[in-house]
């Protein structure tokens, strides 16, 4: 594994990489708390076993992970954290039978040595380096990334994914960079990989974890590539009708989130309904678990009737659910993006901490 300084070659064996997928740490794997600088000192203080995964993120990227049919999924972590709690993560993701093909975490201690306190608690320079550089080591397959609410992952994963897709070009990432305030040092490397991106549309979804409750709405301007979820058995369903996994996948997904998170069948029922509200999910998903439901090998591990009992209140709480293809008009500007989350967050006035 590796650190935002020393990135090493992520393919490890010789089999086709069939899907990559991108992960942020805080929030969206790891519950985890830096607001302020006594939640900073007791996240660096916990043992591996004291941290607290995100419900069903595990579970998920088990089956993400799984071997199928002579191919392997590539998973790369991309922290805000310090580098300094490299051992400690490390740790956790053996605990948690993990294993990233690259671990990059944030050089807190040089930003602060170096006077660049900016990047102490930016991001967008740090993360959208650290997915270009990556993207030139490893082979183009989908690619799936999941952040959350608590920083600015829809953006800089939204911007990364149109960079590959070559829907951005340079003097427009030239201004973006610009009015984010990333330093010029930082920008300079961003460009140099980006003139090397190899340039394919291969970002299928992104997935914001509402960690503090944002408005789904709040994310419309990115476009349906980014679907904004409040659990991850909302991931797992909307990566069944994508054919990304399976029946079996999903069913083990939402098992260990009833016997591990205390979830019920209401929680996962007005899960899937947010979802079709939202029309993330064609309703027709649920005739499709039906008819595979009944050759998965793990239906067992839900108890008895549990599908027929979700699909029965979902589509009680859905009557009026119509299967409408969301309207949205592209591209996003990123510049306009940038300059309303500054005003929104001049306004609210939040507390500040150092990764805030």
């Known amino acids: 594994m590796t650190d935002g300084k020393h990135i090493q070659d992520v393919e490890v064996d010789e089999l086709p990489v069939r899907h990559i997928f991108r992960w942020d740490l805080d929030k969206t794997y790891l519950r985890t708390e830096f607001d302020t600088v006594r939640d900073l000192i007791r996240t660096a203080l916990q043992k591996p076993e004291e941290k607290v995964n995100v419900p069903g993120a595990v579970a998920l990227l088990r089956e993400l992970t799984r071997e199928k049919e002579q191919t392997r999924a590539l998973v790369t972590f991309i922290s805000g954290s310090p ?31 170096t006077g660049r306190f900016r990047a102490v608690r930016g991001q967008v320079g740090y993360k959208l380096d650290s997915l270009l550089r990556l993207r030139a080591m490893s082979q183009i397959a989908p690619e799936t990334l999941f952040g959350d609410d608590a920083e600015q992952d829809a953006f800089i994963y939204s911007l990364y994914a149109d960079l590959a897709a070559g829907t951005v070009d340079e003097e427009q990432l030239v201004a973006i960079l610009d009015e984010a305030e990333v330093y010029d040092v930082t920008a300079e490397s961003i460009l140099s990989h980006f003139a090397n991106t190899r340039v394919h549309d291969n970002v299928q979804r992104i997935f914001i974890h509402l960690d503090r409750r944002s408005a789904p709405g709040r994310f419309w301007v990115f476009g ?14 909307v990566l069944y009708a994508d054919e990304v996994i399976a029946a079996d996948g999903l069913i083990r997904v939402a098992s260990e989130m009833i016997e591990r998170d205390d979830y019920g069948l209401v929680e996962l029922a007005n899960s899937l309904q947010d979802l079709a509200r939202r029309r993330h999910v064609d309703m027709s998903v649920l005739d499709r678990l039906a008819d595979e439901w009944e050759h998965a090998e793990h239906q067992k591990a839900l108890p008895p009737g549990f599908l027929e009992r979700l699909i029965t209140r979902v589509r009680a709480l859905s009557p009026r659910v119509q299967n409408v293809t969301r309207e949205w ?28």
């Open 224 to 237: 349906p590539r980014l679907i904004p979820i409040i659990n991850y058995f909302q991931a797992a369903l």
């Open 83 to 113: 580098s300094q709690m490299r051992n400690t993560l490390e740790r956790k993701f053996e605990l948690d039978g993990i294993r990233p093909d690259a671990f990059i975490l944030k050089p807190t201690l040089k930003n602060i040595l």
């Open 329 to 356: 008009e592209g591209p996003v500007d990123y510049i306009e993006v940038l300059r309303a989350d500054r005003k929104m967050r001049e306004s609210v006035q939040p507390k500040k901490g150092l990764f805030s």
